[in-house]
C-alpha cells in the first residue's frame, strides 16, 4: 500500500469489493482502536435538527465545533477525513466502478478542496451557489444519534455526492435494538429481491460509491435502550455528477414534508 493513503486513525487498506447487490466495501475494525473508544465515551448528545434522523450535529454547527476544539480523538477522525490521503484511497477503493458506472469527473484529478455545505444546501438536490471544479472534492462528516421510530426509505444520495460512508458507533444487541438495521437493495423498490441486512456493530464501517444503483434504506427503531449513533461521511462534488433518473415534483415535496415532520416530532 502507498505511503500516501496510511492512517494513523483509520484502517485505509484496500478491501474486496463486494458487487452484490451493489458494489460496497466492509471493515470490522476501521477506526483505530484505542480512538475509537474515546470517541464512544465523548459522542455527544445532538439536539433536534432537520435531517435524515432529525438528531445531528454538522461541521459549522456550534456544539461539532465545541466536540473538534476539546477532544482529540474527534479533531484526528475529521482530519483524517477531511484530507487528500482520503480522497486518494477511496480513489485507490473505487475507481474502476466509479468509471463503469459513468462518473463525470476525471477522477486522475480529483483534489480535496476545505469547503463547509451548510444545512440549507445540505437538503437540497442541487447547492444554491457554486465556487469550485466538478474535480475539486470536499468532505463531509456528520454525526447523527437515531432515536425510536427512526427509518429510512429507500433511496439514492445525491448525485453530486461520489461515495457514501456510515461507521457505527453502537452495537444492536448492546442496545437491544429492534430495527435500525441497514439495507442495501438491487432496485428502488423495498420489494426487490436481493437485499444485504447490515446490522449496527461497534466500530463496522460500510461504504459505498453513489451510483444510479446504489438504492438504500433503514429500517424503523421499534425498541432501543440507547440510541443508534454513527458517523456519516461523505465525499461530494459542487455538481452532479453521476447520471441520475428524473425524479417528480411531487416527490421531493413528499421527501421535504417528511424531513420537516421528523424535525418537529417530540
Sequence with gaps: MSEVIQS???????????????????SQQFIDSDRYLSICETFPSCPPKIGPTG????????????????????????????????????????????????????????????????????????????????????????????????DRPVHLDHARRLMSMLIYLCDADENEMKGGELFLHSGKSSNSSSILRITPRHNLMVAFPCGANSYHSVSAITAQRAPRNYVQVHISSSVDIWPRPSVPRWRRAVSRLRQQLNFTAP
Excluded at 8 to 26: G, T, W
Excluded at 118 to 129: M, N, T, V
Design 8 to 26: 494513523a486513525v483509520c484502517d485505509f487498506s484496500r478491501r474486496e469489493m463486494n458487487l452484490e447487490p451493489f458494489p460496497h466495501v466492509l
Design 55 to 150: 438528531f445531528s450535529l454538522y461541521w459549522g454547527d456550534e456544539g461539532y465545533q465545541q466536540l473538534l476544539d476539546t477532544e482529540p480523538a474527534w479533531r484526528e477522525l475529521f482530519e483524517t477525513f477531511h484530507s487528500q490521503r482520503f480522497i486518494d484511497w477511496c480513489r485507490e477503493q473505487f475507481v474502476e466502478v466509479w468509471e463503469r458506472e459513468g462518473c463525470k469527473i476525471k477522477l486522475s484529478e480529483a483534489r480535496y478542496v476545505p469547503y463547509c455545505e451548510d444545512r440549507i444546501d445540505k437538503e437540497r438536490a442541487q447547492l444554491r451557489h457554486v465556487v469550485h471544479e466538478p474535480h475539486e472534492l470536499w468532505v463531509r462528516m456528520d454525526i447523527h444519534q437515531g432515536p425510536m421510530g427512526y
